[in-house]
C-alpha cells in the first residue's frame, strides 16, 4: 500500500486562515506573508479562511479588520473568503464517518474535571494536560452537553497496514531540521496529544476536525503555519487518512516574539498591525521586523 507522500503541485495552493478574535499582530503578519510570497513565487493560489467556530470570541469587526491589515500589507487573496460557521455540514459528515469507524466517543468532562484528573505533570507551563481517558469506557453517556472526543488508540489501530507508511513532509528548517520527510509516531502521539475533542460542546467541530476538512475542500497543498503546532500536525495526518482526506505538504515556521521573549498574542495590542500603521510604519517596515525582504524583493 502506498503511503501518504504529498505529490508536487502545479500550482501550489497555501492559505492563511486566522480567527476573527482580535486584530492581526507580527507574528500573523509572517505567517500571511511567507505563505503569500511562496504561492507567488511559484505561480501558485493564496487563499483567505476565516476560522469563526468560535461564536462566543469571534468577531465581524475582527473579520473585516483582517482583510484591511491583510490588504495594507499587499497581500491579495483568491476566490472568495471561506468561513467556517458556514460549513456545519461539511464537519458532521465528517464526524458521520468517525462515528462509523467507531473511533468516537462523547465526553462530558469540563477543562476542571480534566486538569484534576490529569496525575502526572504536563511537559511545558502553558501546556494543557493530556486527557487521562475518563469518558472512554463509560457504559453510558454522561449527562447534559457532550463533546466528540477521538478515541486515539482505536483509530491507530483502525489504520491497519497503511499506519507505518504514514507521515508528512516538511519544508524548510522548521523545529526539526531540513526539508524531508517526518514519519508518524504513534507511541509520541497517544503521550502528547491524547484524545483529542473533534466538536466541542457548543461548536459543530473543534480545530483539529475543521482544519483538515477545509484544508481538503478548498484544494491546499501546502500549510503554512507556527512551529507551535508541529506536534499536532502528527493528529491531523491520523484524521486525513481515517477521512480519506489528501495531507498537504507543510511549513511550520518560527515564532514572532517580543522582547522577553513570549510569543505575541493578540491582547498584545502594541505589536498589532492596526498600532503599527497608526504609528507610521509601512508594510516593508513590517516585513524588516520580522526578518523577510522587501516586498519589492521578495520571491
Known amino acids: 500500500m502506498a503511503d501518504n507522500r504529498s505529490s508536487p503541485a502545479d500550482p501550489p495552493v497555501e492559505r492563511f486562515a486566522p480567527s476573527p478574535s482580535g486584530r492581526l499582530h507580527l507574528g500573523h503578519a509572517f505567517s500571511a506573508m511567507l505563505a503569500h510570497d511562496a504561492a507567488r513565487a511559484a505561480g501558485g493560489r493564496f487563499l483567505l479562511r476565516i476560522e469563526d467556530l468560535d461564536a462566543g470570541r469571534s468577531r465581524e469587526g475582527f473579520a473585516a479588520a483582517i482583510a484591511e491589515d491583510l490588504r495594507w500589507l499587499g497581500l491579495r487573496w483568491d476566490g472568495p473568503v471561506l468561513r467556517q460557521s458556514g ?23 469540563t477543562r476542571a474535571d480534566i486538569a484534576a484528573a490529569a496525575a502526572a505533570p504536563q511537559e511545558g507551563a502553558d501546556a494543557p494536560p493530556v ?55 504513534p507511541d509520541a502521539l497517544l503521550r502528547r496529544e491524547g484524545d483529542a475533542v473533534l466538536a466541542r460542546k457548543d461548536a459543530a467541530a473543534a480545530y483539529h476536525l475543521a482544519v483538515v476538512v477545509d484544508d481538503a475542500a478548498q484544494g491546499v497543498t501546502h500549510v503554512t503555519r507556527g512551529e507551535d503546532l508541529f506536534a499536532a500536525t502528527a493528529l491531523h495526518v491520523v484524521l486525513q487518512a481515517l477521512l480519506g482526506l489528501p495531507t498537504p505538504a507543510y511549513r511550520h515556521h518560527r515564532l514572532i516574539r517580543d522582547a522577553s521573549g513570549q510569543r505575541l498574542a493578540k491582547r498584545d495590542d502594541a505589536r498589532s498591525l492596526a498600532s503599527l500603521r497608526d504609528a507610521g510604519a509601512s508594510p516593508d517596515d513590517v516585513r524588516a521586523m520580522v526578518g523577510l525582504a522587501p516586498a519589492e524583493t521578495a520571491p
Open 131 to 185: 486527557y487521562p481517558g475518563t469518558c472512554r469506557n463509560r457504559t453510558a453517556p454522561p449527562d447534559g452537553p457532550v463533546a466528540q472526543r477521538l478515541d486515539l488508540a482505536r483509530a491507530l489501530e483502525a489504520l491497519g497496514p497503511s499506519l507505518p507508511r504514514l507521515g508528512f513532509t516538511e519544508i524548510g528548517a522548521g523545529p526539526q531540521g531540513e526539508t524531508g520527510w517526518r514519519p508518524l509516531d
Open 87 to 109: 460549513r456545519a455540514d461539511a464537519y458532521a459528515q465528517a464526524l458521520a464517518r468517525l462515528e462509523a469507524l467507531g473511533v468516537l466517543y462523547p465526553c462530558g468532562c
